[in-house]
């Protein structure tokens, strides 16, 4: 994709129908609260409700490790709401940083590098996508939360 503005291809699960909401934030150490806030209003007192703080706090860790792990002088957060999923997608300009859904580097033992863990915990699916095909231009990190449609008791 030659896009700027695609997120990722079109085979991501983050492509789904519904109402889509994006935001650009610069790489600080400022962003991932920004990027939590902007989840928090978009969810709270929608069907969504219930998710909120897991939305708050699987975004805050994606965006903080674009920022701790890239160089990337934009961080783009790409929210879809549907009426059973949420599917958040957090890009950067550093495709050669991509994670693997499984795999925490350093162990567990490590300190930090939780994030990763605690979408494997919380999100129904996620993955990464790199765009660009010969020449990768950006990564996507995505996550889906089942809604309150999705859940079941």
Do not use: Q
């Not at 695609?6 to 889509?20: L, N, Q, V, Y």
């Amino acid at each position: 994709m030659t896009s700027v503005n695609a997120i990722a291809p079109a085979t991501s699960p983050h492509h789904r129908d519904g109402e889509s909401y994006r935001l650009s934030l610069p790489n600080t150490a400022r962003s991932a609260g920004i990027a939590r806030d902007f989840v928090t209003s978009l969810l709270t007192g929608s069907p969504h409700s219930g998710i909120v703080d897991d939305a708050r706090l699987c975004v805050t860790e994606v965006v903080a490790n674009a920022h701790r792990h890239t160089r990337t002088s934009l961080i783009g957060v790409h929210v879809t709401v549907d009426p059973e999923h949420v599917t958040f997608a957090v890009s950067d300009d550093r495709p050669w940083t991509a994670p693997a859904p499984g795999r925490r580097p350093g162990g567990r033992d490590r300190e930090g590098g939780w994030g990763l863990f605690l979408l494997e915990e919380l999100a129904s699916a996620w993955g990464s996508d790199v765009c660009g095909c010969c020449s990768p231009r950006h990564k996507t990190v995505w996550f889906t939360l089942a809604g309150e449609a999705g859940v079941t008791a």
